[in-house]
């Protein structure tokens, strides 16, 4: 097998075994937290007991929680990626283009890639500078045009 093939099946395997693992630990703090809960403790004394923030004890015990949160940090990531892209130039550097920021994705020109920016910013805006600095800000004909190799 390809060497370079077998580097990124590990990869691939690690970063599912990682998801897998807090899929685990969440849904197992859920189940906890329900059961305190039932039992007559409060969020904070849960937190306390199950050595966890506060918001998570919220999100698995309020389903309107789970919601309002996730479009926050959404949102969040939406305006982490807007900023990240201007930061960058705001356009392609192959054709100018700089109509629809949506339309601008950053290209790893290297065989540097750790993840994508996108992902790199669910840990926070200076993993995603940290990962962006790897780029290239091209627009998506671009981009498609690069990895056709035209």
Not at 21 to 30: P, Q
Not at 35 to 62: M, P, V, W
Not at 125 to 141: F, I, P
């Amino acid at each position: 097998m390809d060497t370079r093939w077998g580097v990124k099946l590990k990869r691939f395997f690690r970063e599912i075994l990682q998801c897998l693992m807090i899929c685990i630990t969440m849904r197992n703090t859920g189940l906890k937290a329900k059961e305190l809960f039932s039992q007559g403790k409060t969020k904070t004394e849960i937190a306390q007991i199950l050595e966890c923030d506060y918001n998570t004890i919220r999100y698995h015990l309020n389903p309107d929680f789970k919601k309002e949160h996730n479009e926050i940090r959404n949102k969040k990531r939406r305006e982490d990626r807007t900023r990240l892209k201007m930061e960058f130039g705001g356009k392609c550097i192959i054709c100018n283009y700089n109509r629809c920021l949506d339309a601008l994705h950053f290209h790893h020109p290297n065989q540097d890639k750790e993840k994508c920016v996108s992902h790199a910013l669910h840990h926070g805006y200076e993993e995603g500078v940290r990962e962006a600095k790897k780029c290239q800000l091209v627009c998506a004909n671009c981009h498609s045009e690069i990895h056709s190799k035209l």
